[in-house]
């Protein structure tokens, strides 16, 4: 399989084949070991019994001299267990056949002429096959031989049997590795096929389910995959429903005053017929309105914002922008009383977004102050505080201040789109600070912002 092939493959195939081709490796070695090591020891049988039929030869009689030439057993015929032995004179030359009908080997002539001790050597013999050992003899040599028949087919049948052996042994690995394969990836295909059909449906609302023993979590690679791909799927199914939610919502919240400024921009149309101070009032309902969709853009361009960019971030004065903020507040806002303490502060973070994040915060102070009410800001190191002395938040309405569009019932009645903490609270989470809300005591909300301030 050529190599963009295996990387196309699925992986089931690849791991079944690569366990396989182990396996295979690891059967072939063990087969080609045990037929080294059994035909070596045959081997070293059959030179066993030629060595020992040799010694019993040589130590009878006739095992003194070489002469008279071509002394032999009998006709050496090698069709059973029989010994064939000859002597061979010196100068004898190589291919000639003795009575007994061996012949005699380059080896065996060499032997004979003194210029080697021994020589062992497989052989023919009136058409039987044998194996053949020579030795050094006075005036020549001796040759002694055995037939190999039962060797050579003792070989064939056991390399026959590895054969079988490892043929199998080959398929049952990869049936094997097959088999390992699915079990392993088992996990894997059901997360294929929960991804593949929350691809098609786009509804994240599935989950994998896996195999995991009672009171046991599952703690291998695949079940952890599997927790982290439901985790996964939690945050998105949560991440959609909060997109959705906050576009019906915004929709909801847009269609009064997109309603309203269709109302006054139609009423305009009649602009002959309209008395100075009808066509007066339209216009201030015009840009009141022009206003209030614009604030609502806004503070959805800020929802819609994630961390801060590092390169935007950089050591602001918190104390002189809650000054500024104030200072603003002070002319937006010239019913209410507000005192400003400050310490020296500095923070790491956007400038105008901190700037917004106070400002809202304020003017949501404001709007619930009585004529004539003070708003109370303090700066320390690490807490920033806002205090109003208004009716305070019912505790029913207080978990949910700071969802996307929520408006309590008794803040209904008073201009706002239910965007501005919750918009205040995403500034300060994305600046790694926490806000909160309570209910001050004597009366009024307390908002507080906790951040990590720098040496100044």
Known sequence: MSGGRWRRARLRTRLAAATAGVMALIVTGLTAGVYVAVRH?????????????LDDWRKGPQARTASPPWVSSVSCSLRGPDVCVQTIPAGTPAGTVGRSGMPVTVGAARVAAGRAVSDRSDVMVNGARGRALTVQLEGGAVQAAVQSQTYANSVARLQALLLALGAAGIALAAGAGWLVARAGLGGVTRLTETAELIAATGDPRRRVELPVAAGEPGRDEVARLAGAFDTMLDVLERSLAARRRL??????????????LRTNIDILGFGDRLTPAQRDRAVAALSGQLRSITGLVDDLVELARGKEPPALLEDVRLDELVLDAVATARANWPRIVFEATTTETVVTGVPAR??????????????????????????????????????GIAE????????????????????????????????????????????APGGGTLIRLRYAATQP
């Open 247 to 260: 576009v019906a919502d915004a929709s909801h919240e847009l269609r009064t005053p997109l309603t309203a």
């Open 354 to 391: 901190l700037a917004r994040l106070i400002s809202t915060v304020l003017d949501n102070a404001a709007k619930f102050s009585p004529d004539g009410g003070t708003v109370e800001v303090v700066l320390t190191t690490g807490e920033l505080t806002i205090r109003d002395h208004g009716p």
């Open 41 to 53: 020891e045959l081997d070293w049988q059959l030179n066993l019994v030629l060595r020992r039929s």
């Open 396 to 439: 029913e309405d207080l978990p949910y201040i700071f969802d996307h569009f929520y408006r309590a019932r008794s803040a209904r009645a008073l201009p706002g789109s239910g965007l501005g903490l919750a918009m205040a609270r995403q500034i300060a989470v994305s600046h790694e600070a926490s806000l909160d809300a309570e209910n």
